[in-house]
C-alpha cells in the first residue's frame, strides 16, 4: 500500500497566498466591474533590464547553433556567473567569498527548503515570528514539527519579532541547532545591524549552531551601516550560508535565477560531534538531484552583474522604493504606525483590527489586496503587509482609495 507524507496533514490547507488569490477571486466574481490594485504578494511587476533582454537574445542565437548549442550544464552554474557574483556581491564589498562557494540555482524558495535534507532529523529549530512562511512549511513537511496549536508548530523555537524589538528577535533562551534569519526582513522590512548580526555568530559559535541566513532583499538596502550579508560579520563563514535571489535585485521572478553560498569553511557537526564541512554535501545534493539553470537565464543573469546591469537594476528597486515611501507617508498620514518600506520593499502597517478584517475592508472598500500579517506567523495577528510592487500611478490610486474608505 503506497502510504502518504502524514506530516502534509498539519500544514494548513492551503499556502498563504493561494488564500488571499482565493478570497480575491471570489471578490472578482461578485464586483466584475471593480478595479483592483495588488499591493499583496511580492512579486515584481517591471520588465527585465534591457541588458538582460540583450543577453538573452545573444544566448538563444547560441542554441540555435551546433557550434555554440549547449546541453547540460554544471549543476552548480557557469563559472562566468559565479565569477561575477564573487565578486561584485561579496569582494568589492571586502567580503572573501570565492566563486566555487556560490551555488546558481532557479530560486531562493527552493534552496531555503531543499537545504533542510543536509541536517539530522532530531535538531532544534529556531524560526523567526513573523517570516517568509516557507522555512515553517518545509520543516513541517520533513516532518521536523509537531502539530499546530494555535498557529504554532509543536518543537519549533519561534523567534518572535514584535514592536517592543524593533522587529528584530532576541537570541533564544534555550540552545538551537538550526537557525533561520531574514534580512531586509519579509515581511517587517526590518534590517539587522552589524551588532545584532555579530551576537547571532558568536550565539552560533557557543551552540556549534548553523545559521541560515536569507538575504533575498539585500537589494533594497539603503542606509550605508547595514550589512548587506551575513559574511561582513567575522567568522560568519564557519557558522553561516546566505541565500540570495536575483528576483527582486533585478525582476527574475519569473525568469528564475537565484543563488546559494556555502563557503567552504563552513560546519555541521556528525553524531560524534566532528566537524563535518556543509560545501561537499550541498554539492553532492545538487549533482544528484539538479541540473542547473538554464543557460540563456544565466547569460541573462550575468548581464545583471555589468556596470550598466548594476544601473538598470538599482533603477528598479529605486523605484519600488519610491511606492514604499508614498506608501509609508499615506498610511502614516492615515494614523497607522507603520515600519519597514526604507530598506525593504514592504510596509508593515499596525491596525487595531484582525490582520483578515482588515484585509477584507481594504479589498472591499477600496479594491485594494494586501497581505494579512498573521499569514506570516501569530506575532503578524493585527498588521498587514503592503508591497511595493506596483506601479507608481497604481501606488497613487490604491493610496487614494485607501484615504477615502477609512476616512
Ligand atoms: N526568500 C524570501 C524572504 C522571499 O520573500 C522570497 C520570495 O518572496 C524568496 C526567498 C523566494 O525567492 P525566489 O524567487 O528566488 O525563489
Known sequence: MIRANEHYKKLKASYLFSDIAKRVSAFSKQNPHREIIRLGIGDVTKALP??????????????????????????????????KIALVDFQARGVQIEADEIFISDGAKCDTGNIQELFAHDITIAIPDPVYPVYVDTNVMAGRTGENIDGRYGGLVYLESTEANGFVPALPDKPVDLIYLCFPNNPTGATASREQLKQWVDYAFKHKALILFDAAYECFIREADIPHSIFEIDGADEVAIEFRSLSKSAGFTGTRCAFTVIPKKCRVFDSQAMPVSLHPLWLRRQTTKFNGVSYPVQRAAEAVYSPEGQRQSRELTDYYLRNAGLIIDKMTALGFSCTGGVNAPYIWIKSTMDSWKIFDLLLEKAGVVCTPGSGFGTCGESYIRISAFNSYENVVKAMERIGMALS
Open 50 to 83: 534591457s541588458v538582460c533582454i540583450d543577453a538573452f537574445h545573444r544566448a538563444v542565437d547560441e542554441m540555435a547553433e551546433d557550434a555554440t548549442f549547449r546541453g547540460y550544464g554544471p549543476e552548480q552554474g557557469y563559472d562566468f556567473l559565479r565569477q
